[in-house]
């Protein structure tokens, strides 16, 4: 763990850009040190992960084609509601346990997340009985092409066994983050992630399942994960792992109802924010889908380089909750504050210098999954133009984090709904309507779609309004009048 946490690449470029950045006196070099700490496991796990999804698009495609890229994309959102439901708890989580760590209040804390773990069942269980029962309608619905729509079936079918496990993963994980712990979940999330990439190599290019063994090792995959974080939580660490932080004891108490209402109360709007932001993509992919499904895979696999990028947010926008959130708990408001200025600017360093990257590179790495010169123009143009707008990404995440601990969450539900809703798909319909406008909608969609929630958030953030908010979640705290 030592080597690893001094040595590994990850850590030393994020130090590098964070040393530069604070050269000019942007912001303060020992923050950048204690921020990079914590956040560069959570980058990891998240590179890890997205470049499972993305394997699972270049491996269908590579044994598939296009057609089945399109089936996997259309199942996507999905799947996505998994993150979107359990995420959404997660981010409640995070505020309520880096709050409590912060105030040393581990009896409430581990209330609060054996209360977010039975919400996270109650709410998820649900579609898996959806998704195996109605999945051909479900990818009906936004499909188009028979033999797209049954890959996209048969996926979702399968891989809806997985959906409480992933959303139970990221309770485990934004636990220990709140507990100052990043590197546990980077283990065992990224190493699920591996995992997940054997096994379905084994099982589409071995035992030629096709799609349907994608989704086997994706739910497969998820449900060892969640066992591990089960077993660690409740014993306290793991073997080859160590100790975890806090534990959380399978005796009771089990149940708060003052901390179920605040967890409720926080995760509600960032449920509803990722149901906006997940829910969005089934009438975007719908339009998509107007233009052939050549032009659904070029967008499918522009999106999965685009998650690649994006990554950055899994650390900084997760170690901006934790460390705002640990200070908010020892009410101490301006050092939040100062927290949360640094990480953003820390953050959008970071995006550019990746968004340039592969901006230059965006023509080899899209031969990577497609290679037909019909399609390849577009996956380019797709990926440069989510590389100008990655940039706002970061800005979004960074100003995300210190509303999620301080359990302001409102607001970036409302930047989600108008930056979807409100420009990135009457934009894109507008390249069906007008015939002239054709793929350059998309395009202004894509970008729109990052843009919008950024601006809005950003604006959120700067007012300062965040830490009034968080008076009322505070360990111990009464209402404010």
């Not at 009985?129 to 309608?137: D, E, G, I, Q, R």
């Not at 706002?392 to 930047?415: E, I, K, N």
């Not at 409100?422 to 069906?432: D, K, N, Q, T």
Request: aromatic share 10%; hydrophobic share 50%; charged share 15%.
């Amino acid at each position: 763990m030592v080597s690893w946490s001094r040595y590994n690449p990850v850590r030393a470029l994020l130090l590098a850009v964070g040393a530069l950045v604070a050269r000019f006196g942007i912001i303060d070099r020992e923050r950048v040190e204690r921020a990079t700490d914590l956040a560069w496991p959570r980058i990891i796990t998240g590179l890890a992960r997205m470049s499972r999804s993305t394997a699972d698009v270049a491996m269908v495609g590579i044994a598939l084609g296009p057609t089945a890229i399109a089936g996997v994309g259309y199942a996507s959102p999905f799947w996505g509601l998994a993150f979107a439901l359990g995420g959404g708890v997660a981010g409640g989580t995070i505020g309520l346990v880096s709050q409590r760590f912060g105030a040393d209040a581990y009896d409430e804390l581990a209330l609060s997340v054996k209360a977010s773990a039975v919400l996270t069942v109650a709410i998820t269980l649900p579609l898996v009985a959806v998704y195996w029962f109605l999945s051909a309608p479900l990818i009906g619905l936004i499909g188009s092409g028979d033999q797209a729509v049954a890959f996209g079936a048969d996926y979702l079918r399968v891989v809806a066994f997985g959906v409480p496990f992933a959303a139970l993963n990221l309770i485990g994980s934004r636990t220990l983050v709140g507990a100052d712990d990043a590197w546990t979940p980077m283990i065992l999330r990224g190493g699920g992630a591996v995992i997940n990439i054997i096994l379905n190599a084994v099982l589409i290019f071995g035992l030629g399942w096709g799609v349907a063994g994608a989704a086997i090792g994706t739910a497969l995959s998820n449900v060892l994960v969640t066992a591990a974080f089960g077993v660690g939580l409740a014993r306290g660490g793991l073997p080859c792992i160590g100790e975890f932080p806090v534990r959380i004891p399978l005796s009771g108490p089990h149940f708060d109802r003052s901390l179920l209402g605040d967890l409720v109360e926080m995760a509600t709007p960032l449920i509803g924010t990722n149901l906006a932001r997940s829910g969005g993509q089934f009438p975007k992919l719908f339009i998509v889908g107007l233009f052939g499904p050549n032009v659904v895979a070029a967008y499918v696999v522009a999106m999965r380089v685009r998650a690649l990028m994006d990554t950055p947010n899994w650390g900084f926008s997760m170690a901006s909750s934790s460390l705002v959130g640990q200070a908010l708990g020892q009410d101490d408001e301006d050092d939040a504050g100062v927290w949360a200025h640094d990480i953003i600017r820390f953050s959008i360093a970071v995006y550019a210098l990746i968004a340039v990257g592969v901006f230059v590179f965006a023509r080899p790495i899209g031969r990577v999954f497609v290679d037909q010169p019909e399609i390849l123009p577009t996956v380019v143009t797709f990926i440069r133009v989510a590389c100008v707008g990655v940039m706002f990404s970061g800005v979004y995440g960074g100003s995300t984090g210190p509303l999620r601990a301080s359990g302001d969450t409102r607001w970036p539900l409302y930047a989600q709904l108008a930056g979807l809703y409100m420009f990135a798909l009457p934009i894109a319909y507008l390249g069906v309507a007008v015939p002239e406008f054709g793929q350059t909608a998309l395009y202004v969609a894509v970008f729109a779609e990052m843009a919008i929630p950024a601006c809005i958030t950003y604006y959120r953030y700067r007012s300062g309004t965040w830490k009034v908010v968080s008076r009322d979640y505070r360990p111990d705290a009464s209402p404010t009048d």
